[in-house]
């Protein structure tokens, strides 16, 4: 499956493209892209077991799986068009390391798109929904400048995530020679909501979903922490009290997709 969010964000596949699906699963980017045009596409995961799974569903001779860690990742240097990357960046210690890789692994004008854990949701110490004041579900963030690991029960028993605050990963990125043309915050679409009426946003949302708008320039929102919000060619929109309160309740869950475009050398 590819969500729709990073679906709009994948340049045009063409016969001559050679894409790479990092922590593929089962294989669903990989067989969405020979339907696509792509030239090669190999999948790369940790788990023989996925992977087996990932043979099983169908066969392709444009794909190619292989057992690979991404704390080990090694890839051919100027040999990708495409690289993606669904929910894996922030379970890998050495980012920095395995970015640069990445990029290198790139031909000049190629892309990485990816998505990945979202702060709030890294950052708490016990990440659960509780119950706060009138009956509304509260998210607990707390330590969310301590950047290290963290251990959670989801979605397995002793899963160690990396927390990393918001500006870390954009800067990564940026440091490694990357540049960043698209930044999204998931957010549930009609259909998702008809599925999953839990994913329902509260009625003090601190924006109204599927806005689209030009935004180049984003100042970090936290929430105790909110200063406000500037859009290209706008002023700063003030932070409002109420504001960081919403933000915790929202029982959203964002993963952030990123479209960063290779630089020429």
């Known amino acids: 499956m590819v969500r729709p969010a990073m679906q709009a964000r994948l340049p045009p596949l063409l016969a001559s493209t050679c894409i790479v699906g990092l922590d593929c699963g089962f294989g669903w980017f990989c067989h969405w892209t020979t339907t696509h045009h792509a030239l090669s ?32 990742l090694d890839l051919p240097a100027g040999a ?37 854990g979202h702060p709030i949701y890294t950052a708490p110490s016990h990440p659960d929904w509780i119950q706060g004041r009138k009956g509304t579900r509260v998210w607990p963030l707390n330590d969310y400048q301590l950047e290290d690991p963290r251990t959670t029960d989801w979605p397995a028993f002793g899963v160690i995530k990396q927390h990393r605050t918001l500006g870390n990963l954009p800067n990564l990125l940026i440091g490694t020679g990357f540049a960043i043309t698209h930044v999204a915050e998931w957010s549930p679409r009609d259909q998702g909501l008809a599925a999953h009426p839990d994913w329902a946003l509260p009625a003090g949302r601190l924006c109204p979903p599927h806005k689209k708008t030009g935004v180049t320039k984003v100042t970090p929102v936290f929430p105790k922490s909110l200063q406000g919000v500037e859009k290209a060619g706008e002023p700063a929109i003030p932070g409002h ?19 960063p475009c290779h630089l020429p050398a």
Do not use: K
């Open 80 to 116: 990708f068009d495409l690289t993606y990357s669904s929910l894996v960046l922030h379970y890998t210690r050495d980012l920095g390391t395995r970015l640069a890789i990445l990029h290198a692994s790139l031909v000049p004008g190629g892309y990485f798109v990816f998505s990945t």
């Open 41 to 72: 596409v190999p999948g790369l995961d940790l788990s023989e077991n996925v992977l087996a799974r990932a043979c099983e569903l169908g066969h392709d001779p444009i794909i190619t799986y292989a057992r690979q860690d991404m704390e080990t």
């Open 241 to 259: 009290p109420a504001w960081p309160e919403a933000m915790l309740r929202s029982p959203c869950h964002p993963c952030r997709p990123f479209r």
